[in-house]
């Protein structure tokens, strides 16, 4: 329903920003993370939001950039995992670690997350893991560009875990031709991707 919303940012509190838009204050709930990264009362801000509607709530959730939003709807695709869960591992979690993470089976990781217990942490990995299989194999059949650095073991995690964040092997592939083929980890490749999708 919106895509995202723009105005004067008017109040900020420790789970939500009210921005001004026209005379209305649009109440926005936000990780920490994105709050202190918002900017000053008064400014001029632009943040991507998700309407989220359940029989008995309705509310709006903002995030600064594309990738937040992506793990969002990721997170609440996770059976179990609702908006509050969700935005609480925005505040603990960046989504480049996150799907690292996942590709890595790193249940130690998403454990520390407050509220994410063993259990939560599996049933999260299995899921996207799960999701981002039946992807792979709706792209079977698909063209696939060849890249200088195919068969780094890295770069192959980075594509994956890239994919669980929802973005398609073509674009991923062409983001990856202009990063240079330096040994890095699996999360700064990640990063790096991010940063040029993004654009």
Request: with cysteine; net charge negative.
């Amino acid at each position: 329903m919106f895509a995202y919303i723009k105005g004067s940012l008017e109040e900020k509190s420790t789970s939500y920003v009210v921005i001004d838009v026209g005379g209305i204050g649009y109440k926005i709930f936000m990780s920490n993370i994105s709050i202190n990264e918002i900017g000053e009362i008064g400014k001029i801000v632009k943040v991507h939001t998700y309407y989220y509607v359940r029989e008995d709530v309705i509310s709006l959730y903002g995030f600064l950039n594309h990738d937040e939003l992506k793990m969002f709807e990721l997170l609440l695709s996770v059976s179990g995992i609702g908006a509050k869960s969700a935005i609480s591992m925005l505040s603990n979690i960046t989504p480049a670690s996150f799907a690292c993470a996942i590709i890595s089976n790193n249940v130690a990781l998403l454990k520390k997350i407050p509220g994410i217990g063993p259990k939560t942490a599996q049933r999260i990995i299995l899921e996207l893991q799960d999701k981002l299989k039946s992807e792979e194999e709706l792209n079977k059949n698909s063209e696939e560009t060849e890249i200088s650095v195919a068969n780094n073991e890295n770069v192959n995690e980075a594509i994956q875990a890239l994919q669980i964040l929802g973005y398609n092997k073509k674009e991923i592939d062409k983001a990856f031709e202009k990063i240079a083929n330096t040994d890095v980890s699996v999360e700064e490749l990640i990063k790096k991707g991010l940063s040029i999708l993004a654009r």
